[in-house]
């Protein structure tokens, strides 16, 4: 079992940044592929970024590249969500995601556990 606890959401100016940590449980954390996900009202849950193993790929939506950066640090079983040039249309549940048995996906069903969920909202 894992359990994934994610921080740092806040209310942010556009233009501003902001980062999120999600802190798993568990011994394992280096073997799983790590996502963030997010859910705006009314909208489905979407992929954010995803990071590898190790840290050494990761891959975002089109509409986060350049801007957002996804990181982690295995020795305190985290990963982060660093995000730039914050824009109203970011506003959403930001959601932690893990993945025992994929090496990358981009999809919700490729994870296996989720974190609760932590509130960023970009005003304009």
């Known amino acids: 079992q894992v359990q994934l606890v994610e921080s740092g959401g806040g209310l942010v100016q556009a233009g501003g940044s902001l980062r999120v940590s999600c802190t798993a449980s568990g011994r394992t954390f280096s073997r799983y592929t790590m996502g963030w996900f997010r859910q705006a009202p009314g909208k489905e849950r979407d992929f954010v970024a995803g990071i590898s193993w190790i840290g050494t790929r990761q891959y975002y939506q089109d509409s986060v590249k350049g801007r957002f950066t996804i990181s982690r640090d295995n020795a305190k079983n985290t990963v982060y969500l660093l995000m730039n040039t914050l824009r109203p249309d970011d506003t959403a549940v930001y959601y932690c995601?893990?993945?025992?048995?994929?090496?990358?996906?981009?999809?919700?069903?490729?994870?296996?556990?989720w974190g609760q969920g932590t509130q960023v909202t970009v005003s304009s």
């Open positions: 995601a893990a993945s025992t048995f994929v090496s990358q996906s981009m999809t919700q069903h490729g994870y296996d556990y």
